[in-house]
């Protein structure tokens, strides 16, 4: 396996030292677009609140220290779940962080669970767009926002690990999935366009 293969296994699915090492690049490189995302977000005291690919838990902790939201955060990787655990113990314990092993594509959550749901460079490994849609559609609330953060695909193309196992969504796509699936969308470039942000509003 070359080194970008391994890199870009990594970003999809962090496991172990490697895992915490691309976790700790991640959230440098990363950092403009949490803060956008924050921003985006609007959160209100009492909002419910998921993280879609929420790695270590560096954007709940972040979250957590700013709102006094009900968070949850989910992750694919057993891994990087434990080591979210670790650094974000105290909120857990104290009832207002929730965090699980699970998989976008496949995940169970119940119905009407969250006010704002978001989700940062993590579109590139969903199975299928229009069914991680309909998933999240269900767990927002009425009235509900999702936000899909991620980089433009020419920003993506400089990066050599995005060669192995990342999708391309075109804008246009994406909105196209959220209005298909009952959504009202909206894009918002960010980090001078080499980034940009998909709004999803549940207007029902």
């Not at 909002?47 to 992750?75: M, P, T």
């Amino acid at each position: 396996m070359s080194l970008n293969n391994y890199i870009a296994k990594q970003f999809s699915n962090p496991i172990g030292v490697g895992g915490k090492l691309v976790s700790f690049v991640m959230n440098r490189q990363n950092h403009p677009l949490y803060e956008e995302t924050i921003r985006l977000l609007a959160l209100s005291d009492n909002d419910s609140v998921l993280d879609i690919g929420c790695g270590n838990g560096y954007v709940l902790k972040l979250l957590a220290r700013q709102y006094n939201c009900k968070l949850s955060g989910i992750d694919s990787s057993a891994s990087i779940i434990k080591t979210a655990y670790r650094k974000c113990r105290k909120y857990i314990e104290s009832g207002v962080m929730m965090l699980s092993c699970q998989n976008v594509n496949t995940m169970s959550l119940a119905d009407n669970s969250f006010d704002k749901v978001y989700t940062i460079n993590t579109v590139y490994f969903w199975e299928n767009l229009d069914d991680v849609m309909v998933k999240i559609r269900h767990v927002l609330k009425p009235n509900g926002l999702f936000i899909n953060t991620l980089y433009t695909n020419e920003t993506l193309s400089r990066f050599t690990h995005t060669q192995f196992g990342y999708k391309r969504f075109t804008a246009e796509q994406l909105r196209n999935s959220g209005s298909s699936n009952g959504f009202d969308v909206s894009t918002i470039p960010i980090m001078n366009g080499a980034a940009y942000c998909v709004l999803y509003h549940l207007n029902v």
